[in-house]
């Protein structure tokens, strides 16, 4: 049985732009829109799998079970058995129905991550530019796409060159709010203040005059 078919949640948040201009603003605000989704976990954990689809999955197997035992009544039959045959008729119906539910598990659990990992990607996609969309379109996990983001980040944070354009680049206007603006400056400032400052060449490393 396949999972049931979920209701896409759409991301209405700032984006994200691939100079990476309010990634602070951004992250905070994409942060909070899919915990309450119910993604975000997917985006940090590769083997995450939400209690709710185990939960789900048991129930539901137990219910097929129940069928299953109504529609082949003789595969799982006691009757007729007595003593150490009985014993082991006991076991082996036991053994089938173990394999039943892990069968079950396996493949409603497998879906159902399947599902939610496509909706949680579109999820993360939608949260940025056409252009970044484009750059960072090769990843097909929401764990690999957010991984790639965030490496993407540092490695802009690192450059102080990139944080400078970065700062220049910054301007108020409608789509952009005054408190995105405030939060995204603070943030790049804090960048810079992280970075070791050049040093300043000693006299021994100065080149010589002839």
């Known amino acids: 049985m396949s999972p049931p078919a979920s209701t896409i949640t759409a991301y209405s948040g700032i984006l994200l732009d691939d100079a990476y201009k309010f990634y602070a603003a951004w992250r905070t605000t994409f942060e909070q829109a899919a915990v309450t989704a119910g993604f975000f976990s997917l985006y940090t954990n590769e083997t995450y799998c939400p209690t709710r689809i185990e939960t789900d999955a048991y129930t539901i197997s137990q219910a097929k079970l129940q069928v299953d035992k109504i529609?082949?009544?003789?595969?799982?039959?006691?009757?007729?058995?007595?003593?150490?045959?009985?014993?082991?008729?006991?076991?082996?119906?036991?053994?089938?129905?173990?394999?039943?539910?892990?069968?079950?598990?396996?493949?409603?659990?497998?879906?159902?991550?399947?599902a939610l990992s496509v909706q949680a990607k579109a999820f993360l996609f939608n949260s940025l530019t056409p252009i970044l969309?484009?750059?960072?379109?090769?990843?097909?996990?929401?764990?690999?796409?957010?991984?790639?983001?965030?490496?993407?980040?540092?490695?802009?944070?690192?450059?102080?060159?990139?944080?400078?354009?970065?700062?220049?680049?910054?301007?108020?206007?409608?789509?952009?709010?005054?408190?995105?603006?405030?939060?995204?400056?603070?943030?790049?400032?804090?960048?810079?203040?992280?970075?070791?400052?050049?040093?300043?060449?000693?006299?021994?490393r100065l080149p010589k005059v002839m």
């Not at 045959?85 to 539910?101: H, S």
Request: no cysteine; glycine share 2%.
């Open 133 to 204: 969309q484009q750059v960072i379109s090769s990843h097909v996990s929401p764990f690999t796409l957010w991984a790639a983001l965030m490496a993407r980040h540092e490695a802009g944070t690192r450059d102080p060159m990139i944080l400078f354009a970065s700062l220049t680049q910054l301007k108020y206007s409608e789509d952009i709010s005054a408190e995105t603006l405030f939060t995204t400056l603070d943030d790049q400032i804090n960048s810079s203040k992280r970075q070791p400052s050049p040093r300043t060449p000693t006299l021994s």
């Open 71 to 114: 529609r082949n009544d003789a595969k799982y039959s006691i009757d007729g058995y007595a003593g150490d045959a009985l014993e082991q008729r006991l076991a082996a119906v036991k053994r089938l129905e173990q394999d039943f539910t892990r069968k079950f598990l396996d493949e409603y659990i497998a879906e159902s991550l399947a």
